[in-house]
T-cell receptor, first 114, second 111 residues
């Protein structure tokens, strides 16, 4: 079983809804990430938290709002999304801040915006 | 920023043959290169990685080679099996938790 747990697995929401994605890691890692995976595109880095501080915000629209209350939990708050935001959202964690330890991914949340 | 290109986008091989996937990167500061396998409906999983102070690494049927001068690295799978069928992603990382991924290779192993 994965050490990174994401909920929900599937989410359908209208453009005016507000929802949140949750991620929890049980690996003792100190960095957590949100990635967006769309068909035919590379994995797109959205946000990075290292030691609970946001260290990267990759020009993500403000309708996506991350939250990292502690080193084990990461949220992605969603509001007024667009249909093109439909994708698989993957959470990951890693140990260390030097970028040379592997990412461990969760199973993702399949998001559909209607 | 870093740019990682991956080829081919699709690859079909007969069971027992070898498969090779190639990636290039642009940032000479990249120093860590993991490879991930993603089966349909599942999360990406690390299968092998290599750091910039090493030219080659092997783990059973899987090997990765790195040419820092040319800025390219490759995944080699020998004696392919149907369960090797999946999408494979390469990535390059510098310091600071930045991972840049290729667009993926869909590998099909034909029994």
């Amino acid at each position: 079983e994965t050490g990174v747990t994401q909920t929900p697995r599937h989410l359908v929401m209208g453009m005016t809804n507000k929802k949140s994605l949750k991620c929890e890691q049980h690996l003792g890692h100190n960095a957590m990430y949100w990635y967006k995976q769309s068909a035919k595109k590379p994995l797109e880095l959205m946000f990075v938290y290292s030691l609970e501080e946001r260290v990267e915000n990759n020009s993500v629209p403000s309708r996506f709002s991350p939250e990292c209350p502690n080193s084990s939990h990461l949220f992605l708050h969603l509001h007024t999304l667009q249909p093109e935001d439909s994708a698989l959202y993957l959470c990951a964690s890693s140990q260390g801040s030097q970028g040379n330890s592997p990412l461990h991914f969760g199973n993702g949340t399949r998001l559909t915006v209607t | 920023g870093e740019n990682v290109e991956q080829h081919p986008s699709t690859l079909s091989v007969q069971e027992g043959d070898s498969a090779v996937i190639k990636c290039t990167y642009s940032d000479s500061a990249s120093n860590y290169f993991p490879w991930y396998k993603q089966e349909l409906g599942k999360r990406p999983q690390l299968i092998i990685d290599i750091r910039s102070n090493v030219g080659e690494k092997k783990d059973q049927r899987i090997a990765v080679t790195l040419n820092k001068t040319a800025k390219h690295f490759s995944l080699h799978i020998t004696e392919t099996q149907p369960e090797d069928s999946a999408v494979y992603f390469c990535a390059a990382s510098t310091t600071g938790n930045q991972f840049y991924f290729g667009t993926g290779t869909s590998l099909t192993v034909i029994p």
